[in-house]
T-cell receptor
């Protein structure tokens, strides 16, 4: 079974600064996908960024980027120029590639990020 | 951006009553899920649905729970006899065949009293 671990329950950052949220995962498979979701106080789950394991290039989406280290099974999220609206719970998630039998999206425990003015 | 739509956004029900939570996933997606999140806790997998049948389910998904895709578009979660501990946010998600798109609905907040 796959596991996803987020070792930082809470983090804070000053507005306009950069913050990195950690995520590690455990799998014996080679083909998989990784996601970061943002959950603001409204509790909606919003897809922030995704990474295909077969791609070496780190995904970026505006102020959000990842540092994907496949050998280390690490998938951290970097938020640049933090804004007050980035205050939220952030979840890392993992799913096996489509040619695998399992299709469950597995979540980490979440990191609560507070952006301070 | 395509959307997963869930209704209702909030439901209050008495203990022992049946509830049906509804979801309209993204039309060309193939995998559908229900997750739940008790306030302040982690996101818990309930069930996945593929090719008109359950493909995986968790220990939480006992005989009180069932899922259906009755008309090829709606995807429903039924809880037959609700308990107080079923109070949670319930999320529907859909996933594309290539697994690059995994979107969630806005959630249904279920309160059992």
């Amino acid at each position: 079974a796959q596991t996803v671990t987020q070792s930082q329950p809470e983090m804070s950052v000053q507005e306009a600064e950069t913050v990195t949220l950690s995520c590690t995962y455990d799998t014996s498979e080679n083909n998989y996908y990784l996601f970061w979701y943002k959950q603001p106080p409204s509790r909606q789950m919003i897809l922030v960024i995704r990474q295909e394991a077969y791609k070496q290039q780190n995904a970026t989406e505006n102020r959000f980027s990842v540092n994907f280290q496949k050998a280390a099974k690490s998938f951290s999220l970097k938020i640049s120029d933090s804004q007050l609206g980035d205050t939220a719970m952030y979840f890392c998630a993992f799913i096996l590639g489509y040619n695998n039998a399992g299709n469950m999206l597995t979540f980490g425990g979440g990191t609560r990020l507070m952006v301070k003015p | 951006e395509p959307e997963v739509t869930q209704t209702p956004s909030h439901q209050v029900t008495q203990m022992g009553q049946e509830v049906i939570l509804r979801c309209v996933p993204i039309s060309n997606h193939l995998y559908f899920y229900w997750y739940r999140q008790i306030l302040g806790q982690k996101v818990e997998f309930l069930v996945s649905f593929y090719n008109n049948e359950i493909s995986e389910k968790s220990e939480i998904f006992d005989d009180q729970f069932s899922v259906e895709r009755p008309d090829g578009s709606n995807f429903t979660l039924k809880i037959r006899s609700t308990k107080l501990e079923d109070s949670a946010m319930y999320f529907c998600a859909s996933l594309s065949q290539g697994r690059t798109e995994a979107f969630f609905g806005q959630g249904t907040r279920l309160t059992v009293v």
